[in-house]
């Protein structure tokens, strides 16, 4: 009795543990998966972390994120409402920064640091919390893919995303403190959360029906779900505010689906009852947490509550025109015309009554949401491109997934054609995945998102074959028959073998390995460093005692004309926008512009301007010009503005300029983008000496050519002329740092007919592993001559003073007319390099001259008086000289005899003093 007692405990226990396995093994499956995920996204993390305790990060957005993330832990749970730290001499509102990505970030580090973290803390809680976000992505994948395709076509999606090695792996792996892996979970649970709210309202009574008879039980749980729904789309748009396109995406949803349940004799009061209700929680939700009132899609202001209860007040105006049209007994087939006409009505009013609103919207749509409406300045953002070579991209990206994914769509879409089979879920899903193809397709960027309906598609297509196989339910691990195990294998290995080597091009793993600290970041850190300890802080330029009015950290009000007040001794600094944030994390410094892309105009302006009179006008209108675009201005109108500045706006100024090598080679186009300039404005065909390479010979010969090189008007920009020529014959400018990396330049250009015509591929660029290949792989094309010449060196980073300069000012006994030549040798400490300072002027009718120069010869100020501590020191004074032109030597009679020296302390450049030679 024992015994038979004992072994029917040990089979009652046996069938327990098999139920609990049945039941439960898709758990440890998914734990397995994220693990994979996250140790892939964490491969590089010892590239990131030092013994040095110094910041790395990739990408320039993830510095800023870092200053917000540094923010909220000193001023927890708060979000940095104002910047001034960055565009200068306005600071900015950042909406986008500074969200529930940075909130999730500062609160982990917290509670690791016990409440007091250290930097090193939280740097160590952002390297690893973006890759455990985008492991988790896991989990809405799953679920939605089993909703789908049953658990197995949910776990197939699951293995696919974890294999994915494209732009979602790049977004989510250490280093990259971006919110992209945040935007991606949180959206996935958003249309999750609303999938489960649309079945629960599917799958009851009439909601008026229930509310009449009065069943609080049915009615809570529908009421509950759709709260939660709310409160998932809400939690998206807290993390990302232009998230107000998944707003947009389920409105477009509730037009159709709820026009087609009509037209099926259904219930669509459920749904909208369901689309109310959370489009109405994410409307309060969004509207207590507004912290500005401009209209704008990347601001918390109130586009985002606008929009929701926009689409819920749509939700119940359908449900209330369906139940009359009903009543009344109406042509169902004339409800969806019905609806249609009334938003066709609505945009025209829409766009007359708010404008500025309707301009939103339709900036939003256009170059993000659908391929059209590119503005030239946003493709110079190389994300924000549509992908070229469409089949070799995609491939890339998935590998045949895609097209499986475009498959499983096609199925589904047929599937709900069929009314029998028709549930608002699946509508949903074919609606999202419509919307993020478009995106997908229009800008690079948006392929992190389409990694989860790529995955989920093929989740229903894998269910959708293995039911086929044996119309047996594939969300049951037992009852698959052979038949369906082999299209499982089938179908697994299409979508398996292409990301796995050798097959894959680049697999997962060797992504995630090849992840690294931003270059430009390391490029610029030295300088930075330099800039912060050899430069006063702001608030402290010219002795004045304004510092702690700038606290780094410190809180700042949305000033109503978005135009801070900078106290006195603040300044800016001038660079391109890819370098902004760089300047403002590691430098601690302000700049004009940043990769929001504010103030570019004006720094283009600013680089591009082909004399220093027109630059200097460009920086004086800045502060009573701030946001517009100068490049469209002429001298007299900048002039102009530049009068009109006031007490407030003239102490302003823009105090220093760092040019960097990608500035004065690639990024050049980029940066004359957001000019008039015509395309070959910057260069033209001249005779040069070139190293040429004939169809495949590896040996170059020297030859003269006539071939694209850039032209005197990229001279005379002010950008080339303190990039190549070190300020020489400038007056407001003056070296003070060179970094001690140096970039080689070279110009190259390739010819298809023997050297007749020259097309350019790099002018004037910085030699790159991206050049060496160019070049390299057209020394393999028998038909191309490379040409490769204006080979030449430069150090990586430039930092340059603003400066009143000096006036030398003498008498000569010379000709009206003669050239006066002052010239000073200057050494730079960093890079032990020496260069001559040259200026000139010429000699009046009474025999004087004046000229202005930037540099000093001797040191009388420094960063305790509010100054620079210059690392680029003279050798010796001033040497003046006198030149005739109209004589065939020097007025003297030697060229070597100089008639005066003059010595220039750095008091006579910063206070517009004289000096007589």
């Known amino acids: 009795m024992g015994e038979r007692t004992e072994r029917a405990d040990r089979t009652r226990g046996s069938s327990l543990v098999l139920e609990a396995l049945k039941r439960w093994y898709h758990l440890p499956l998914l734990a397995i998966a994220m693990l994979f995920m996250f ?46 730290w960055t565009a200068y001499p306005t600071g900015t509102y950042v909406g986008q920064f500074g969200t529930l990505f940075d909130q999730i970030i500062a609160t982990v580090a917290l509670i690791v640091g016990r409440g007091d973290p250290t930097q090193q803390t939280v740097f160590l809680v952002a390297l690893l919390t973006v890759p455990a976000l985008g492991a988790l992505v896991v989990v809405p994948t799953y679920y939605i893919g089993a909703r789908l395709g049953g658990r197995i076509g949910g776990l197939a999606g699951v293995v696919l995303l974890a294999l994915f090695p ?50 609080h039980g049915r009615f809570g749980r529908l009421v509950l779900y759709s709260v939660l729904a709310g409160l998932a789309i809400t939690l998206y748009i807290w993390v990302w505010p232009p998230g107000i396109v998944l707003i ?305 950290y410190g809180t700042y009000d949305v000033p109503e004309d978005r135009d801070f007040a900078y106290p006195e001794g603040s300044y800016g600094v001038m660079s391109w926008w890819d370098y902004g944030h760089l300047i403002t994390v590691q430098a601690e410094r302000i700049p004009h512009t940043n990769p929001f892309q504010q103030n570019a105009s004006s720094a283009a302006a600013f680089l591009t301007a082909d004399s220093e009179q027109r630059a200097e006008l460009v920086l004086e209108a800045l502060p009573a010009a701030a946001g517009g675009n100068p490049t469209t201005l002429e001298d007299g109108e900048l ?107 070279a110009t190259v250009a390739v010819s298809y007919d023997s050297g007749e015509s020259w097309q350019p591929l790099f002018l004037n660029e910085k030699v790159t592993a991206h050049v060496r290949e160019t070049v390299s792989d057209l020394q393999e094309d028998p038909e191309a001559s490379v040409a490769v010449y204006d080979v030449h060196q430069r150090p990586s980073v430039k930092t340059y003073e603003r400066v009143e300069g000096a006036r030398l000012t003498g008498s000569v006994d010379a000709p009206e007319g003669s050239i006066v030549t002052a010239e000073v040798d200057l050494t730079t400490t960093q890079y032990d390099r020496t260069f001559t300072y040259t200026q000139t002027a010429r000699v009046d009718e009474n025999g004087e001259f004046a000229m202005r120069v930037p540099y000093a010869t001797e040191e009388d100020r420094g960063v305790e008086e509010g100054y620079t501590d210059s690392d680029v020191a003279a050798d010796g004074r001033y040497r003046v000289s006198v030149e005739d032109e109209s004589a065939e030597e020097d007025v003297f009679g030697n060229q070597d005899e100089f008639v005066g020296t003059a010595e220039v302390p750095e008091s006579a450049i910063y206070d517009d003093e004289t000096v007589e030679v």
């Open 639 to 745: 002039a102009a503005i530049a009068d009109e500045r006031t007490a407030q706006q003239e102490d302003e100024e823009i105090r220093y300029v760092m040019i960097h090598d990608e500035m004065a080679g690639q990024k050049f186009e980029d940066i004359t983008a957001y000019t008039d300039a015509e395309d070959d404005a910057y260069w033209s065909h001249r005779k040069v000496e070139a190293e040429v390479y004939e169809g495949t010979t590896t040996e170059a010969e020297t030859e003269t050519i006539t071939a694209p090189s850039r032209n005197q008007a990229y001279a005379d920009t002010t950008l080339s002329r303190l990039y190549h020529n070190d300020a020489d014959g400038m007056e407001h400018y003056r070296l003070i740092h060179e970094d001690d990396q140096v970039s080689q330049f």
């Open 39 to 84: 140790w892939v996204r964490v491969q590089s993390y010892d590239d990131f972390v030092f013994d040095d305790g110094a910041i790395r990060l990739r990408a320039v957005d993830s510095w800023y994120h870092w200053r917000t993330t540094m923010y909220t832990v000193h001023n927890w749970p708060a979000t940095m409402p104002y910047d001034p």
């Open 166 to 215: 494209g732009l979602f792996l790049n977004r989510t792996t250490t280093g990259m403190l971006q919110h992209h892996g945040a935007e991606v979970l949180f959206m996935s649970i958003a249309v999750l959360a609303m999938m489960v709210a649309l079945r629960v309202a599917e799958s009851g009574d009439s909601v008026y029906e229930t509310i009449a008879v009065r069943d």
């Open 248 to 552: 947009g995406i389920l409105g477009f949803f509730f037009v159709i689906e709820l026009s087609v349940e009509f037209g099926r004799g259904g219930r669509p009061e459920n749904l909208a009852f369901v689309g109310a209700v959370a489009l109405g929680v994410t409307g309060a939700l969004t509207l207590a947490t507004m912290e500005v009132t401009r209209i704008s899609s990347t601001n918390a202001g109130p586009l985002q509550p606008l929009l929701a209860f926009v689409v819920a007040l749509g939700c119940a105006f359908m449900a209330w025109l369906a139940r009359g049209w009903r009543r009344r007994g109406l042509d169902e087939r004339y409800y969806p015309a019905a609806i249609t006409g009334v938003i066709f009505v609505s945009i025209p009013i829409v766009a007359l009554l708010l404008p500025e609103l309707w301009g939103t919207i339709v900036q939003t749509v256009s170059g993000r949401l659908l391929p059209f409406g590119y503005s030239t300045t946003a493709l110079t953002v190389q994300e924000a491109q549509p992908p070229d070579a469409f089949n070799r991209f995609v491939y890339r990206q998935y590998g045949l997934a895609f097209y499986t994914a475009m498959i499983g769509l096609a199925v589904l879409v047929a599937r709900l054609v069929r009314t029998a089979d028709h549930r608002s879920e699946h509508v949903l899903i074919v609606v999202w995945t419509l919307f993020l193809t478009s995106m997908a397709f229009t800008q690079i960027r948006f392929h992190y998102y389409y990694v989860v309906p790529i995955a989920v598609l093929n989740a229903y297509l894998i269910g959708w074959a293995i039911d086929r196989a044996g119309r047996i339910d594939g969300s049951r691990l037992r009852g698959i028959d052979g038949h369906q195990a082999l299209v499982l294998l089938v179908l697994l290995t299409i979508l398996v073998v292409p990301l796995m080597p050798p097959v894959a091009e680049t697999t997962v793993v060797e992504a995630g390995q090849t992840t690294s600290p931003s270059r430009d970041a390391m490029f610029w850190k030295s300088s930075n460093a330099w800039l912060e300890t050899n430069s006063p802080a702001p608030g402290a330029w010219g002795g004045a005692d304004n510092e702690d009015e700038l606290a780094y």
